[in-house]
């Protein structure tokens, strides 16, 4: 480990998607794709929150998956401690998908609907051997209790369960597999106010406590302004203002952040 | 604006109830409402407290195994709840508009969405096809749904949930209706177009005298465009006032815990936390003695256990269910409101 360089860093990653095109189009066949995410670099530092916001469709969601490569980038390196996570394969690649999970807005679509909370936070850690997990209830319990869910929890299945529990159990399942790096996208978003807040310390709490660093989706620039040490602010598959969260928010370079921040409505 | 105006919608002693008549679930107990003419309300609370289901009853779009078990529902002077099947089709068709929270049932898959914009416009308008075309497209133009002409054609699983959303908002608009409910009409927006929908309502209301009854649970939003608030908890309306009344002098302790657990821009680069509302929400399972907030509430005393939820007033236009009212001493003391609430200019 070296303290000096960035966990994660990303260079000049891009990714385009095809477009649906008229035949006329096609046949002349010199349209370029839509590139969702556009020479993008960031570093993320141990234990550090960076908050990435943007209207929809800004290629925040696409960006993420391509850190962990759910999305193959097209172009751009990525490094998860110096390791090449775009030359990775097999083995290797489920080591670097292990130190970097994803939480979603969804829990409910991201956990089995048969399964027990318990059985499913288990089965995490024991596909990746982690250490801990031959037993079982402790294991479970050691990881609700981080999330802070009393430990009846783990014989529950995923309905049962209110939406702000649920979005626990994911990220209580994201820590099963001990990462390096939590990708929130846009996982507080669907939540009431009040459990919002619960979430956002939980997030607070796991970087305190654990020394995980967070990515931080989200549209709600408030949301990001609780959380973030450091913000990214995308447009149009760019990043086209990064900073420290207050020096972004409280005074803005780039127009489009300022747009953004006019339109955020404020009580 | 035109708080003095005549009641438009009126809800009073609304409860709603699931599951068997022997052990029915309740899930809005006791909730009375008004929207006045032109007048913007917003309804707030968290899932499960009954702001959805508040808004279905007003047009009795409550589905089985939901029932209104009691209650009064009045738009205009006329009883909602003693229309006939073909008089509710023609309430919901021209005078009120809705907009659900979810705009991927809303839709018909296997029609264009211009079609069905133009369908409606023309079930309320004689006109011929091609000015129903024009008028839809640039409805949806209003909406904020870029290239228009081209998404005219678009069927509903061709756009982007924000858009689809937006589609929505303009069938719901189309009718210019004289009240429109809107069930987190932009949740699903980014804040660039949320703002743009706040201004075509707002022209809408100029132009049209329109109200909306708003149910949102983003403070902000209520801030920006409504007049006055109801806040909703376990299916009761714990708080109704006007909204700057209670964002700065909130009198129930939820309105306040609520309020103060907003995320806000000013946190950017401060190391403080935000307090959270410990727990949960009730579960339709349980019945809670007295009032339904005090298992989660700083300030719960012994005799919150027996009070009933009744709305009591407390100033002009402002009415709370909390009897205790642990802040009345800090306010008539002229203390600063609550800090975490700044004025919002405009």
Do not use: W
């Amino acid at each position: 480990m070296n303290g000096a360089s960035p966990l994660l860093e990303a260079e000049g990653i891009v990714k385009e998607f095809g477009l649906r095109r008229s035949r006329i189009e096609m046949l002349h066949g010199t349209l370029p794709g839509h590139r969702a995410v556009d020479d993008v670099s960031f570093n993320l530092d141990r234990g550090e929150i960076l908050g990435i916001a943007g209207g929809s469709g800004s290629g925040k969601t696409t960006l993420a998956r391509c850190l962990n490569r759910l999305v193959e980038p097209d172009e751009g390196s990525i490094r998860l401690d110096g390791v090449d996570v775009r030359a990775a394969r097999g083995n290797e690649l489920r080591e670097l998908r292990r130190r970097m999970q994803m939480v979603f807005q969804d829990p409910y679509a991201s956990l089995n609907p048969r399964m027990s909370v318990g059985s499913a936070l288990h089965e995490a850690g024991r596909v990746h051997q982690r250490p801990g997990s031959e037993d079982r209830e402790g294991f479970v319990s050691g990881l609700l209790d981080r999330v802070h869910l009393p430990a009846s929890v783990a014989t529950r299945r995923p309905r049962e369960l209110s939406g702000g529990q649920r979005q626990r159990v994911a990220v209580a399942r994201a820590l099963a597999v001990g990462p390096e790096v939590l990708i929130a996208d846009e996982a507080v978003s669907a939540l009431d106010v009040s459990i919002q807040t619960q979430l956002l310390n939980l997030f607070l709490d796991l970087r305190d406590e654990l020394g995980v660093a967070i990515i931080f989706i989200a549209h709600q620039l408030a949301v990001i302004a609780e959380v973030a040490d450091r913000v990214a602010i995308m447009h149009q598959g760019r990043i086209v203002e990064t900073g420290p969260t207050a020096d972004a928010f409280h005074s803005p370079q780039d127009p489009y952040t300022v747009t953004l921040l006019a339109a955020h409505p404020q009580p | 604006m035109s708080a003095e105006g005549a009641p438009l919608l009126q809800v009073r002693g609304l409860r709603v109830e699931f599951g068997t008549e022997d052990e029915p679930l309740v899930a809005v107990h006791d909730v009375g409402l008004t929207v006045r003419r032109g007048e913007f309300v917003g309804l707030v609370g968290e899932s499960g407290s009954g702001k959805s289901l508040t808004c279905r009853s007003a047009l009795r779009l409550v589905r089985p195994p939901g029932r209104i078990t009691r209650g009064e529902i009045s738009f205009d002077g006329r009883d909602v709840m003693a229309m006939s099947q073909e008089e509710l089709r023609s309430l919901r068709a021209r005078e009120v508009g809705m907009i659900f929270q979810d705009p991927f049932s809303s839709l018909n898959p296997v029609f264009r969405v211009g079609e069905q914009l133009a369908e409606t416009l023309r079930l309320n308008a004689v006109m011929p096809k091609r000015q129903a075309r024009i008028e839809a497209t640039e409805l949806l133009d209003h909406v904020g749904i870029p290239d228009p002409d081209r998404r005219y054609l678009s069927y509903p699983h061709e756009l982007s949930g924000g858009m689809r959303q937006r589609v929505m908002i303009a069938i719901a608009i189309a009718a210019k209706p004289r009240l429109l409910i809107a069930d987190e009409p932009t949740t699903a927006l980014d804040v660039t177009t949320q703002a743009q929908i706040l201004e075509l309502l707002a022209r809408l209301r100029q132009e049209h005298d329109m109200a909306v009854l708003l149910v949102s649970h983003d403070f902000g939003v209520i801030a920006q465009v409504c007049d006055r608030l109801a806040v909703m908890y376990g299916g009761y309306v714990l708080e109704t006032g006007m909204v700057r009344t209670l964002y700065t002098r909130p009198e129930h302790p939820y309105t306040r815990a609520l309020l103060e657990s907003v995320p806000s821009l000013e946190s950017a680069g401060s190391a403080q936390r935000r307090a959270a509302i410990p727990g949960q929400p009730p579960e339709l399972t349980e019945t809670l003695p007295g009032c339904v907030f005090a298992p989660r509430c700083a300030h719960a005393r012994p005799e919150c256990r027996t009070i009933s939820m009744a709305l009591e007033p407390v100033g002009p236009d402002h009415e709370t269910a909390c009897p205790i009212r642990p802040f009345a001493a800090e306010y008539a003391g002229g203390e600063a409101p609550s800090p975490t609430v700044p004025e919002r200019a405009s």
